[in-house]
């Protein structure tokens, strides 16, 4: 078992979350649960623990200046912070600090358990490597290793903290990371490594062979991990002379040998170049975007520069084209759903959409084709074979081909399944009265899963587990989209300030409503203005 602290000033909320879950069943046991940062500090101190959970707001030392304490003792401890809507912007400066997650209050029950469980995996794994390197046969080249895919795997995911970069800098140097010079990153996605769990050693000599045979000696470049996604990095050191277009042939290169030598899929993404230490978490994550958008534009490498260059971002497939999905499950028309589905990927691609315009696109397909199972009787979970989400899809399958084939096959099991709706109808006139609630009050900021299943007349646990079921989503991310749509139409419809928007959505804090937008559309709330302002001066001239 994991050992847990709580902290908060507030005695209901920490009793509610030490009580309001089956700890044990997610592998933690709750130790202590303090009203104060300074009490914490102390036990934090005297004792060990693997999570703290935090209120980032308290009296005298709060969350951030505690998480700030625990870091220069170098205390090894993970950090999920409890925050409102009105410390959203405080809770991103605390990412520097190393804290591993936040969550917002009211805490979401599903949300904060699948966070628990995610975590729970990773401290596994870290356990797991631990006593690898306490075994006395581990070799030195293996200890190594493991400890350097460690240490950029954090980076990569958790970001480089400011006042120790000059730190990370020298450590990362005597790994072979020269950040002083200017560099790239290219992301590799190698499927056989997705499949199987392969020592990581011969991971490494696999694709440095493939390195060292492009690069004459094989200097100037080093081979990482990020354990956390499972993917290969090499680092590159690039000289004035060497051009875009020669870096991203030497990498397609290195991906043709690993794709023969290994015998399976493989694709790359390239970032731009750059240097400095600050820079290699930005090159990352450039390099895994330009990774995700080789399944968009049907590339095996490419990279971050190609994807500004190409594609449309701001495609929006039609309410009526998702409608006609919805009617066709609803007629029991397998080839009428398959036709449609066809349609709508067939002309994103043709529009040679990006992979971030794509995924938005599918999730309001897949959230279409949930609503009407709602009048099916039916839940869309059990019809998505071994993908149990949308984002699970978009990462192990390797092409859109492969997305659209899957989404075919899930309403032709759904279609074929009609047979169970006697036995699963009961739930859906609830959940259809849940969805209409939310869709008239999404305006409502104060607006909870609690007053939502009071109308219904149902317990909040009740409606949370079968919303889930039935809609492929909790009732918080149907929330979201349904108010993004609104924000959208919004900003689309007439003169209107981003904040004001925002507010009319259900956003109080407009820095939050953005963040969302963005992650949802693959464009900022400021953007689709300046697309609407842009399409009517083009269309009066």
């Not at 009490?39 to 005298?60: F, H, K, N, S, W």
């Not at 304490?69 to 170098?74: A, D, F, G, T």
């Not at 689309?492 to 109080?508: F, P």
């Amino acid at each position: 078992m994991f050992k847990v602290i709580i902290v908060d000033d507030e005695m209901l909320i920490r009793k509610r979350i030490r009580l309001g879950f089956d700890w044990n069943a997610l592998g933690y046991e709750v130790e202590d649960d303090v009203g104060s940062g300074g009490e914490a500090l102390r036990l934090i101190t005297e004792r060990a623990y693997d999570l703290a959970i935090v209120d980032i707001a308290m009296p005298g030392m709060n969350g951030i200046e505690l998480v700030k304490r625990l870091r220069e003792e170098n205390l090894p401890i993970h950090i999920i912070f409890l925050t409102g809507h009105s410390d959203f912007a405080y809770a991103q400066q605390a990412i520097k600090y190393g804290v591993y997650d936040y969550i917002l209050k009211p805490v979401n029950e599903e949300e904060f358990t699948r966070m628990l469980e995610k975590l729970r995996d990773k401290l596994v794994e870290e356990k797991r490597e631990h006593k690898l390197l306490e075994n006395l046969s581990l070799g030195q080249s293996d200890a190594r290793l493991i400890m350097e895919a460690k240490f950029f795997s954090d980076i990569f995911q958790y970001g480089i903290q400011e006042e120790i970069a000059d730190e990370i800098a020298v450590q990362a140097g005597e790994a072979g990371v020269d950040t002083d010079a200017e560099y790239t990153l290219s992301v590799f996605r190698i499927q056989l490594y997705t499949q199987e769990s392969l020592p990581l050693l011969e991971q490494s000599q696999k694709i440095y062979e493939a390195g060292r045979r492009v690069m004459d000696k094989g200097e100037g470049f080093t081979v990482l991990f990020d354990l956390f996604n499972n993917y290969c990095i090499l680092f590159k050191e690039w000289s004035v002379r060497d051009s875009r277009e020669g870096v991203k042939g030497v990498m397609e290169q290195v991906r043709k040998l690993l794709e023969q030598k290994l015998e399976t899929v493989i694709r790359c993404g390239i970032s731009s170049r750059k240097k400095g230490i600050r820079q290699l978490v930005n090159a990352y994550t450039e390099a895994v975007c330009a990774l995700n958008n080789t399944k968009a534009f049907r590339e095996k490498t490419m990279g971050y520069e190609d994807v500004d260059k190409r594609g449309d971002s701001h495609y929006r497939v039609s309410s009526a084209k998702i409608k006609e999905v919805q009617n066709c499950v609803g007629k029991n028309d397998p080839m009428g759903c398959e036709r449609m589905i066809r349609m709508i990927f067939d002309e994103m691609i043709g529009r040679q959409c990006n992979y971030e315009c794509i995924s938005m696109n599918a999730n309001r397909l897949l959230l279409g084709i949930s609503e009407a199972c709602i009048a099916s009787g039916l839940e869309i979970r059990r019809f998505m074979g071994e993908y149990k989400s949308l984002e699970a899809a978009f990462e192990y399958l390797m092409t859109l081909g492969e997305i659209k084939e899957w989404f075919c096959g899930m309403v032709k099991a759904l279609i074929e399944s009609k047979s169970t709706q006697a036995a699963a109808g009961k739930n859906m006139p609830i959940v259809g009265k849940a969805c209409e609630y939310m869709q008239r009050h999404c305006s409502d900021i104060e607006l909870t899963q609690a007053e939502v299943a009071e109308q219904v007349g149902v317990t909040p646990a009740y409606l949370s587990g079968i919303f889930k079921k039935a809609m492929g989503v909790t009732m918080m991310q149907y929330l979201s989209m349904v108010r993004l749509e609104k924000a959208r139409e919004l900003l689309l419809g007439k003169e209107i300030e981003v904040r004001e928007a925002a507010a009319l959505a259900g956003y109080s804090d407009e820095y939050y409503f953005s963040r969302c937008f963005k992650k949802y559309y693959g464009v900022s709330p400021s953007q689709v203005k300046h697309l609407k302002t842009r399409n009517s001066e083009s269309s009066t001239t």
